[in-house]
């Protein structure tokens, strides 16, 4: 599947409230970030930036891991990483301001 289709299916997952945070994720948001930055960077996101293949730690399983950037509605950069897993989106490590 390309990337762009992918991104599309990311975007529907967050319009259709079908996403996750792993407790890290939760974790790494602080009062400058919340949830609704991390949505709207996906949601204006042009692209993925990079896909990573992985190998979950607790299953063994091959998965394929999205990084995606893209900017808040105020123009702050952020860098999210997220997995597609039973047609939900689990976001892994949360929005971290890009450099």
Do not use: C, H
């Not at 400058?32 to 979950?56: F, H």
Request: proline content about 2%; hydrophobic content about 35%.
């Amino acid at each position: 599947m390309q990337t762009d289709t992918r991104l599309k299916q990311i975007k529907r997952l967050i319009l259709d409230r079908q996403v996750k945070f792993t407790l890290k994720a939760e974790l790494e948001l602080d009062e400058n970030l919340d949830k609704r930055d991390v949505y709207e960077s996906i949601l204006n996101a042009d692209e993925i930036y990079k896909v990573l293949n992985s190998t979950n730690p607790y299953t063994g399983k091959k998965e394929k891991l999205y990084i995606i950037k893209g900017p808040t509605y105020d123009n702050i950069l952020i860098y999210t990483k997220g997995k597609i897993f039973e047609n939900q989106l689990y976001i892994l490590i949360s929005s971290k301001r890009a450099l």
